[in-house]
């Protein structure tokens, strides 16, 4: 389940089951969106994008969906791995101007 | 080339002292961002560059914090008269170049900690 942590929201998910991580975006104008992954002590990794004129994109064991009419945008990993454990930002860019990131996530994956 | 770097990996100054970080982009990447995240949060922006100018200043917190990039590659961000809430993680980030809907590229970021 979901809890508030020191500063982010954690999702505890049990390894080998599909995680969802949820972010609301503010900028209805925003035509391209990132996820990232970030380890500790480490930059932010790109995991996988998406453009504004699509709702759904795989990669492998990821997907993004995006849902324009209210501003969501979704990160589903499937058979979450120990490996997956970091916290995840998205990201929204304005016509290649500055990307503005959410608050993040922190996964964290159980044996 | 290779990945983006960024130096000092860690940085210990004492309050009032300046200091300078430096980001070395991606070849051929023209557009640089610096983004400062404090432990737990998430990335605060703070400039970003496109070539040797920065369109972009809003996010810098005070008058304390510059930056500047020359040749269209190294940038260094300078904080002067440090202040104990300047304790962060600057992470930078390049990109192949404004205006265009692909990814930036992190380096793994300064860790600076004013005493």
């Known amino acids: 389940g979901e809890s508030v942590g020191l500063h982010l929201p954690t999702l505890s998910v049990q390894e080998g089951d599909n995680s969802i991580i949820n972010c609301a975006y503010s900028n209805s104008a925003s035509d391209y969106f990132i996820w990232y992954k970030q380890e500790s002590g480490k930059g932010p990794q790109f995991i996988i994008d998406i453009r504004s004129n699509m709702d759904k994109r795989q990669g492998q064991r990821v997907t993004v969906l995006l849902n324009k009419t209210v501003k969501h945008l979704s990160l589903q990993i499937a058979a979450t791995q120990p490996g997956d454990s970091a916290v995840y930002f998205c990201?929204?860019?304005?016509?290649?101007?500055?990307?503005?990131f959410g608050p993040g996530t922190r996964l964290s994956v159980l044996p | 080339g290779a990945g983006v770097s960024q130096s000092p990996s860690n940085k210990v100054t004492e309050k009032g002292k300046d200091v300078e970080l430096r980001c070395d982009p991606i070849?051929?990447?023209?557009?640089l961002y610096w983004y400062r995240q404090s432990l737990g949060q998430g990335l605060e922006f703070l400039i970003y560059?496109?070539?040797?100018?920065?369109?972009?200043k809003s996010g810098l917190p005070s008058d304390r914090f510059s930056a500047e990039r020359t040749g269209g590659s190294v940038s260094t961000l300078t904080i002067q008269r440090t202040q104990q809430e300047d304790s962060a993680v600057y992470l930078c980030?390049?990109?192949?170049?404004?205006?265009?809907?692909?990814?930036?590229?992190f380096g793994p970021g300064t860790r600076l900690l004013v005493l």
């Open positions: 990201a929204e860019n304005n016509y290649g101007q500055n990307f503005v």
């Open positions: 070849s051929g990447h023209t557009a």
């Open positions: 980030a390049s990109r192949l170049e404004t205006g265009s809907q692909e990814t930036q590229y």
């Open positions: 560059f496109q070539g040797n100018s920065a369109p972009d």
